[in-house]
C-alpha cells in the first residue's frame, strides 16, 4: 500500500480555473514537500511545509500535520501549469524522499 | 543560480554493458541522493551518499549498482551489467545539512534505455 496517496490521479483544466491537488499519508512526518515535474521529466521543489499554509505566486500549499493531508492550490491556472504534480515527505536518518505517484495536471486554453 | 547538472541527457545500451551516470551536485552540498524512476511509475529512492560512503540504500540498490564521489565534485552511479529493467529515468539530488525540513535540489535527469 503506497504510504502517500494523491487525488485526482489525472487532471484538465480551462485556463483561470482554481485547481486543488490533494496528498494523504499514512504515517507520522514532520514535514510534506510538494515538487513539480515537467513533461521532460526535470523535478523542481516547490514548497516544503510543515505547518499552516505557504503561498508562491498563484500557488498555494497548506498542510494539516494531524489529519495527515495536504493541499496544492493554483489560483488562475495557465497552460505553462501543464506538469505532473508529486507530493513526497522525508524519512529516515538520511531523509531521502518518499513519493506519491502523482497528479497528471493539463491546463486547456 | 546553482544547480544540479547530470550527464548524460539521454543513454543507449546493450544489456550487459556497464554504464555510469554523472552528476555534479551543488558546490557546498553535502548530502547526495539517486533516484529513479521508470516510465509511467513514481520516483523511487535507490541510495543516500555522505562523507563519502553509503548512508542508506533501498532493495532496488543491488551489487551491479554502486556510487563513488571520485574528485570531490562529480558524484557517479554505475550500474555493472544493465538489465533490461534497468531501462528508467535517473535523477541525482542534493542538500546541504540534510535536515528533515531541508529542500532537495534535483538534476534534469539521465534517461536510460537498455536494449
Known amino acids: 500500500k503506497n504510504e502517500v496517496e494523491q487525488s485526482p490521479q489525472n487532471l484538465t483544466a480551462q485556463e483561470g480555473e482554481f485547481i486543488t491537488i490533494n496528498c494523504s499519508y499514512s504515517?507520522?512526518?514532520?514535514?510534506l514537500h510538494w515538487l513539480q515535474q515537467h513533461p521532460g521529466g526535470g523535478i523542481v521543489s516547490l514548497f516544503m511545509?510543515?505547518?499552516g499554509k505557504k503561498k508562491h505566486g498563484r500557488l498555494i500549499a497548506t498542510i494539516n500535520i494531524q489529519e495527515k493531508h495536504s493541499s496544492l492550490h493554483i489560483t488562475a491556472s495557465h497552460p505553462r501549469d501543464s506538469a505532473v504534480y508529486i507530493c513526497?515527505?522525508?524519512?529516515?536518518?538520511?531523509?531521502?524522499?518518499?513519493f506519491g505517484t502523482g497528479t497528471l495536471l493539463a491546463v486547456q486554453p | 543560480e546553482p544547480e544540479v547538472t547530470q550527464t548524460p541527457s539521454h543513454q543507449v545500451t546493450q544489456m550487459g554493458q556497464e554504464v555510469i551516470l554523472r552528476c555534479v551536485p551543488i558546490?557546498?552540498?553535502?548530502?547526495f541522493y539517486w533516484y529513479r524512476q521508470i516510465l509511467g511509475q513514481k520516483v523511487e529512492f535507490l541510495v543516500s551518499?555522505?562523507?563519502?560512503?553509503?548512508?542508506?540504500k533501498s532493495e532496488i540498490f543491488d551489487d551491479q549498482f554502486s556510487v563513488e564521489r571520485p574528485d570531490g565534485s562529480n558524484f557517479t552511479l554505475k550500474i555493472r551489467s544493465t538489465k533490461l529493467e534497468d531501462s528508467a529515468m535517473y535523477f541525482c539530488?542534493?542538500?546541504?545539512?540534510?535536515?528533515?525540513?531541508?529542500?532537495?535540489?534535483f538534476g534534469p535527469g539521465t534517461r536510460l534505455l537498455v536494449l
Open positions: 513526497a515527505f522525508a524519512r529516515g536518518a538520511t531523509n531521502k524522499l518518499i
Open positions: 504515517v507520522g512526518i514532520s514535514a
Open positions: 511545509l510543515s505547518s
Open positions: 558546490s557546498n552540498h553535502l548530502y
Open positions: 551518499f555522505y562523507n563519502n560512503e553509503i548512508s542508506e
Open positions: 539530488a542534493s542538500m546541504t545539512l540534510g535536515q528533515v525540513e531541508e529542500t532537495q535540489y
